[in-house]
């Protein structure tokens, strides 16, 4: 298999050394380092897929003299025997060997999705290209089709993933932009952001020789769900919006019904009763509060709790079956990201050494450049938000709000960060950055859509929500939340083309976030220009 006689360690800090025997004990640290660093990465066996970290658990074993990788999910369980290890250009090389069987395999951590080639990325790109350039002129043959371009373009941050171009009939056209089926599904919901932008530039770039009109976005068959929703949130009269479905085998084109979004992909679940589940889990609570009295608790559900520092979860506790009886139970489990170990007598050090080196690295004084104070921004923030999330807009009762509410839709299954009320009984949607994040405004407008859509049906009462309150009818307001000088630049241009029914507010906070959340800056939208009005 080509395997070296020694192991490349990347530790906590990113740095890479040398083992030169390959011990459990080294194998382990591989690992752990490895995959705390990489909470969205791919585990390959042979070449084939088995597990998305972002879905799915681990633990890393190294007893009884042997390195133990167990990994799960809930359509398979796989347990390997790693004997050697190397990192190799963001990919983690293992040999392993399954249980019962001598001979090695191989197994491969990619910290990317997209395992492709920079070559084979390109040549994908350009046929695609060439393949929507021929769909063009066949679907549009009364516009004329410029030449498509993939060209970096920093300035608008447009990258070569999307296919872009202007489809002209006299004087008016329309912005193109396509996506080829081998992009990652992320890449592919990020499209509507980049073709609102392109839209905007080619408005910009034509402006007193062409009228855009609108924007025409096409993407893979089957991945349209999500996008369909968000078109349909946004201002009909800024812009025409028209979707495709594109097969590029046989260059058949499909065009999306947006008018009709009564079908959205969501379901909410039903609000926990936290005074109950405190006292079902009260002896776990007891006992990590006895190694870190400040760590917050996350109800999650009836049956399990999350243990938090400064939004940093390293500890669940949870129901479970006795082993050989029906009889239920409680364990805690505990790890960062996907890891998820049993503690047990004999790893409770372990677990200690990890709740002792949480604390005394994240908190506002901490040491910016080590992994535990860099990880889960948004969730440090969020943390902040709920203590006084009336800071955040005085609008909010401090006294009646919800963080990490479940909200499943057909691409994801995410969590809104914050869900408050105001005291007239007005729903408020608190979207939270601790970065620069383009996508900004659309996640927000992701969350904000489903809210709007269980409120209509009344379900948030039904489900145990805001007990006592009597909400009001109206769409619930829409907050962005963001350190001041991490406001993408191309979040104005954005929130220009979202529907007017939506009330939003960027709120700027400053960049000292940690030390308290203290607002900077707050910006509503204003009504649009007679100039801004583009014929729908």
Avoid at 66 to 94: D, F, G, I, P
Avoid at 290 to 319: Q, V
Avoid at 376 to 395: I, M, T
Avoid at 400 to 415: G, H, I, L, T
Wanted: aromatic share 8%; hydrophobic share 40%.
């Amino acid at each position: 298999m080509g395997w070296r006689g020694w192991s490349v360690v990347t530790d906590a800090r990113g740095q890479h050394g040398h083992n030169l025997v390959m011990t459990p004990e080294s194998l382990v640290r591989t690992l752990e380092d490895f995959l705390a660093s990489a909470g969205g990465a791919v585990i390959l066996e042979d070449g084939a897929v088995m597990f998305d970290l972002a879905q799915s658990k681990y633990s890393v074993s190294g007893e009884h003299n042997k390195c133990l990788l167990h990994v799960w999910s809930a359509e398979r369980n796989v347990v390997r025997r790693v004997v050697e290890a190397e990192v190799k250009n963001q990919t983690l090389r293992l040999a392993v060997q399954r249980l019962g069987q001598s001979r090695p395999t191989k197994l491969e951590i990619c910290r990317e999705q997209d395992r492709r080639t920079p070559t084979a990325r390109r040549a994908a790109r350009l046929a695609y290209q060439r393949v929507l350039e021929r769909v063009l002129c066949r679907r549009f043959p009364e516009f004329k089709t410029s030449r498509l371009s993939t060209s970096m373009d920093l300035e608008r941050s447009f990258g070569p993933i999307y296919a872009r171009g202007l489809l002209r009939r006299g004087q008016s056209g329309f912005a193109v932009l396509g996506v080829n089926a081998q992009e990652t599904q992320a890449s592919i919901d990020a499209a509507l952001t980049f073709g609102i932008l392109w839209l905007d530039a080619c408005r910009q770039r034509q402006a007193g020789k062409l009228v855009v009109e609108g924007l025409k976005l096409f993407l893979p068959t089957g991945t349209a769900a999500l996008t369909r929703e968000r078109i349909a949130h946004l201002h009909p009269q800024a812009a025409k919006w028209h979707l495709y479905e594109l097969e590029e085998r046989d260059d058949n084109l499909k065009e999306l019904d947006i008018s009709d979004c009564g079908n959205v992909a969501t379901r909410l679940v039903h609000s926990v009763d936290e005074v109950a589940a405190r006292e079902r889990f009260a002896g776990a609570i007891a006992q990590v509060h006895s190694l870190m009295p400040e760590a917050e608790i996350a109800i999650l559900s009836g049956a399990e709790i999350a243990f938090r520092c400064h939004g940093l979860e390293f500890a669940r506790t949870r129901l479970a079956h006795e082993p050989g009886s029906f009889r239920a139970t409680t364990e805690i489990v505990f790890g960062l990201r996907s890891e998820e170990t049993v503690l047990t007598e004999s790893n409770l050090p372990r677990f200690t050494q990890l709740v002792r080196s949480i604390g005394e690295v994240r908190h506002p004084e901490g040491p910016r450049d080590h992994f535990l104070f860099r990880l889960h921004p948004e969730r440090w923030l969020e943390s902040l938000v709920v203590r006084n999330v009336g800071a955040v807009d005085e609008r909010l009762d401090p006294g009646c709000f919800y963080s990490q509410v479940p909200a499943f839709s057909a691409a994801d299954r995410a969590m809104i960060d914050v869900l408050a009320v105001t005291p007239e009984g007005r729903l408020a949607v608190v979207e939270l950055k601790a970065d620069e994040d383009i996508h900004l405004p659309l996640q927000g407008l992701d969350y904000w859509s489903r809210v709007a859509w269980h409120q209509a049906r009344g379900e948030f009462q039904n489900f145990g929500y805001f007990p006592g309150r009597e909400l009001r009818t109206e769409k619930p307001v829409l907050l962005l939340v963001a350190p001041a000088l991490h406001v993408h630049p191309a979040t104005d241009t954005l929130l220009h083309y979202l529907s007017p029914t939506i009330e939003w507010t960027v709120v700027g906070i400053d960049e000292r976030w940690r030390a308290g959340v203290r607002v900077v800056f707050r910006k509503r939208p204003a009504k649009m220009a007679p100039s801004d009005q583009h014929a729908a």
